[in-house]
Structure formats: structure tokens, C-alpha cells
């Protein structure tokens, strides 16, 4: 959820975006912005017309990778205007990786109120095999203007025969009262599975 709710849905715009070294250090930018309707008007979660931002993101040659994203944008049609930060982290090494997400989000409505949203995960995979592995993943969102909040404990499994293609499964517990589209934390326990091929 952290890495899709706090976001517009769809951005029609421009972007800039190049990297550079740094005491011996490679970093990544980019830089964006629209200030026009999208392509697809009849779709679009939080829809905006205006929206500025970018990201930066530094390569450590230990294995870690941190971004930091900053952004602002207004709401179409309600005109809510947010201002995002958050923070990424990947750290991989030959038999595991972590990787996390986590954004802040200060919300303020035409109506004079303000709120906050917030959430991260954090996830790590362990490499049984060079096919085989073992993944655990938590999950929080506390959504804006009293939307409720959602924990989620994940542990699953990824099988890759070959690269481009991973079966997956896992058991998901959760809890809270969140509503977005076809979340349903009524169902507190679930077993999901997935096939996805890469092009």
C-alpha cells in the first residue's frame, strides 16, 4: 500500500533525470512535473493536474541503496494539496536482500483541516537456492482523515525456474480497519499465490 496509495495514480508530465559520482559513490536524480490533464481523464486514483517533484538516490558500493523523494501535488477537483517525503532502502548481498519503503504525508484540505498519512514495509528474502527463496514482509498504513490503519505480516516463497519467470505463494495475517477498493481486512488470514513472467 505505501508504495501506491500516498501517489497519484497516473502523471502525465515531464522528467528529467540523470546520475553522477561522488567521492567515489554513484547518486541518481530526477526531477518532474505536470501542469495539464492526464491522457486517461476517466481513470486515476487521487487525479492531479499539478504536480512537482524528484528524487534522489545514492549507491553505496557495499551493497546499499538509499532514496529520498520529495513531492507536491494538488488534488483534482477537491483541491487537497499534499506534500510527500519518504525514504528507500535495498541492501543485497549474494544470499539475501532487505528492502524497504516508507512515506509521510502532510495533507491540506480546502476546508482548512489538515491530516496525515504515513505507512512503510519491510522486507527480506533469503536465497534457499539459486531458485528457491524465502521471503518475509510487514506492512503498515495509516491512511489520512481518520481512513483507518492496516498491519499486514507476510511469509511466502518465490520459485524461479528461470529469470524472467517466478511462481509465488504466501500466508498473509491481518488486521486493522482500512477500507481501499478491494481490501477486505475482514478476511484477517488468507493464502495467496501468483505466476508473473517478465519481458
Given at each position: 500500500l505505501v508504495s501506491t496509495v500516498p501517489f497519484p495514480e497516473y502523471t502525465t508530465g515531464v522528467q528529467?533525470?540523470?546520475?553522477?559520482?561522488?567521492?567515489?559513490?554513484?547518486?541518481?536524480?530526477?526531477?518532474?512535473?505536470?501542469?495539464?490533464?492526464?491522457?486517461?481523464?476517466?481513470?486515476?486514483?487521487?487525479?492531479?493536474?499539478?504536480?512537482?517533484?524528484?528524487?534522489?538516490?545514492?549507491?553505496?558500493?557495499?551493497?546499499?541503496?538509499?532514496?529520498?523523494?520529495?513531492?507536491?501535488?494538488?488534488?483534482?477537483?477537491?483541491?487537497?494539496?499534499?506534500?510527500?517525503?519518504?525514504?528507500?532502502?535495498?541492501?543485497?548481498?549474494?544470499?539475501?536482500?532487505?528492502?524497504?519503503?516508507?512515506?509521510?504525508?502532510?495533507?491540506?484540505?480546502m476546508a482548512g483541516s489538515d491530516s496525515r498519512e504515513y505507512g512503510y514495509y519491510l522486507q527480506g528474502v533469503y536465497?534457499?537456492?539459486?531458485?528457491?527463496?524465502?521471503?518475509?514482509?510487514?506492512?503498515?498504513?495509516?491512511?489520512?482523515?481518520?481512513?483507518g490503519e492496516l498491519r499486514v505480516i507476510t511469509f511466502g516463497s518465490a520459485y524461479k525456474p528461470v529469470p524472467q519467470v517466478v511462481f509465488k505463494i504466501e500466508y498473509q495475517i491481518r488486521s486493522g480497519d482500512l477500507r481501499f477498493d478491494d481490501i477486505d481486512v475482514n478476511n484477517s488470514e488468507q493464502f495467496l499465490a501468483s505466476f508473473s513472467i517478465l519481458f
Open positions: 528529467f533525470f540523470g546520475d553522477f559520482g561522488l567521492m567515489d559513490e554513484d547518486l541518481e536524480y530526477s526531477v518532474f512535473l505536470q501542469n495539464n490533464e492526464s491522457i486517461n481523464e476517466m481513470t486515476g486514483f487521487r487525479k492531479t493536474h499539478l504536480i512537482y517533484g524528484g528524487k534522489i538516490k545514492w549507491f553505496g558500493r557495499s551493497g546499499l541503496e538509499i532514496g529520498i523523494p520529495l513531492l507536491y501535488y494538488t488534488e483534482y477537483r477537491t483541491d487537497n494539496r499534499i506534500y510527500l517525503t519518504g525514504l528507500d532502502i535495498l541492501y543485497k548481498k549474494k544470499w539475501f536482500e532487505i528492502m524497504g519503503e516508507a512515506t509521510y504525508s502532510h495533507v491540506d484540505t536465497a534457499l537456492t539459486e531458485r528457491l527463496f524465502l521471503i518475509g514482509r510487514h506492512e503498515y498504513m495509516n491512511s489520512r482523515t481518520d481512513g
